[in-house]
């Protein structure tokens, strides 16, 4: 899929939040379409056919989680990027459990949101053809065989401290909340301090500095993200 065949659906009240975004993806050879509200959102997605859309929470009509739930319940696949205030985590975390691919913070650059797209369109083309082996930098995991190195160094993970990973990797370049993994891992019987323990030991053992991590960084209240594959 090249960029010019993909089209974007920009849903968000704020005109010059759409023209923003319409100039900016433009420009990156995106076609862009907009909706106002909830209502005009619902009309594009079954007429136009996006690839990927944009979506504020905060909708005069319908509550940005309302329409993502539809979608879900509808077995919408296609990516769906959360627009939000820096302010509003739990907004963000209920999204993401919702069925959201990512987000971003209003203010956000162009960059930024050019990266999400990217992520998030990657991420659904290899949903169904999962490599075996990933590599990000000197980061690499089997996962056919378990065997996680860096460079030519061999890690020892724990049970649980792999299957941290093994979450994150295959959802890399993508936040992954607090409660999915604990969901996954724990069986929602754990709480977010264990979580913060085992991804600590997992940044001493795969980081140069656990402190300035490189491969697993925090998205501050919300979970965690592991940065994606080599391409």
């Known amino acids: 899929m090249s ?10 009240d704020e005109q010059p939040i759409r023209r923003l975004l319409r100039t900016g993806l433009t420009a990156e050879g995106y076609a862009v379409i907009e909706a106002r509200n909830g209502r005009e959102a619902r009309e594009l997605v079954l007429s136009e056919r996006p690839d990927l859309i944009l979506l504020d929470l905060g909708l005069p009509d319908l509550q940005g989680h309302d329409l993502l739930e539809r979608w879900r319940a509808d077995a919408l696949e296609l990516p769906v990027i959360i627009l939000s205030s820096r302010t509003d985590e739990g907004g963000i975390v209920k999204a993401l459990e919702l069925g959201a691919d990512d987000y971003v913070t209003k203010p956000f650059g162009m960059k930024e949101i050019a990266a999400r ?3 998030a369109l990657r991420h659904r083309l290899q949903q169904h053809g999962e490599k075996p082996i990933f590599q990000t930098g ?4 089997d996962l056919v065989r378990r065997i996680v190195r860096i460079g030519e160094r061999e890690v020892k993970l724990s049970p649980k401290e792999y299957e941290i990973l093994r979450i994150l ?4 370049g993508k936040v992954i909340t607090h409660q999915h993994l604990l969901s996954h ?3 929602n019987t754990g709480e977010v301090q264990y979580l913060r323990v085992y991804v600590r030991q997992l940044r001493q053992k795969l980081e140069d500095d656990a402190d300035c991590p490189t491969y697993i960084s925090t998205e501050t209240g919300v979970g965690y993200r592991l940065r994606e594959a080599d391409q």
Do not use: C, T
């Open 185 to 187: 891992v724990w069986g």
């Open 138 to 141: 000197a980061l690499s995991v």
């Open 3 to 12: 960029l010019n065949d993909v089209k974007v659906l920009v849903v968000d």
């Open 117 to 119: 797209i990217r992520v």
């Open 169 to 172: 990797v295959q959802h890399a």
